[in-house]
């Protein structure tokens, strides 16, 4: 297989099942490995260059942050689903009004995210019992984090189309970009800048959005060789199929981060 055609869509019904299946589940294999680099990344960081108070600080968030990713992981799914549905079926119209339901879904998810996230994570820290010499370092980093939440939304959501399409390279490459300049920006935020740990918070907010940016322009331009119609920005049945299948799959996916938080 040539580059290229790893970037574009697959029709997941032509050639051998089995090279199917792995050509669109290994890269999304690697993808979560890559996605748990980020809170690991900003712990060494500054566990190495700021003290283990701060190291300490970035770890209580990490179930948060897991719970976070599931819920977004979640919604992408269900988004992946229905655009594969439509693209599958060769349903050019219905393709086109899903993944303008899909961006709309991104935006009202991160925008109530946020407000949530940014109103409960200090009560949330002080229920955890989180040490009073930490407490302040991992709340200025969940909150850096939620203000800028709407990079990872829209991210996660933008890869569930990219897969809904047969495409889960590119959706890795744009993850593995971002990881990377992930750990860049926590070594010159943290060592360079002496940021600590609002720091390492910056730098997934920026990483995080570079990402988002980058597949959302990608994106467009692959839908231009689909010939896709006019995208519809609001469809209630659409969104009530799309959160349907979505639910479970975060309910499964948090399940772990609900335990760390009970345990912590």
């Known amino acids: 297989m040539k580059i290229k055609e790893l970037f574009s869509p697959h029709d997941m019904t032509v050639g051998p099942p089995w090279q199917r299946l792995m050509e669109f589940s290994v890269p999304?294999?690697?993808g979560n490995l890559a996605q748990q680099l980020y809170n690991t990344a900003d712990s060494i960081v500054v566990g190495h260059y700021v003290g283990d108070n701060a190291l300490a600080a970035v770890g209580s968030a990490a179930p948060i942050l897991n719970l976070l990713l599931a819920l977004f992981v979640g919604i992408s799914t269900g988004a992946g689903i229905v655009i594969s549905q439509n693209f599958g079926a060769g349903n050019r119209e219905k393709l086109s009004e899903s993944i303008g339901n899909c961006i709309t879904l991104a935006a009202v998810a991160s925008a109530v995210t946020t407000i949530i996230g940014v109103a409960v994570t200090t009560p949330l820290l002080?229920?955890?019992?989180t040490p009073s010499s930490i407490i302040d370092w991992s709340g200025s980093y969940l909150h850096i984090?939620?203000?800028?939440?709407a990079g990872c939304a829209f991210y996660n959501i933008l890869s569930g189309i990219l897969r809904g399409l047969g495409d889960s390279?590119?959706?890795l490459a744009f993850l593995l970009l971002s990881t990377v300049l992930n750990i860049g920006l926590d070594i010159y935020f943290v060592a360079k800048l002496g940021l600590g740990v609002p720091g390492v918070a910056w730098a997934t907010l920026i990483a995080q959005g570079i990402s988002a940016v980058l597949s959302f322009c990608f994106?467009?331009?692959k839908l231009y060789g689909i010939k896709t119609e006019e995208y519809a920005r609001y469809d209630v049945s659409m969104l009530k199929n799309m959160v349907k299948v979505a639910v479970p799959t975060v309910i499964q996916q948090s399940i772990v981060s609900v335990g760390m938080l009970l345990i912590q």
């Open 219 to 221: 994106l467009v331009k």
């Open 28 to 30: 999304m294999l690697i």
């Open 126 to 129: 002080r229920m955890l019992d």
């Open 169 to 171: 390279v590119s959706a």
């Open 145 to 149: 984090i939620f203000w800028g939440v």
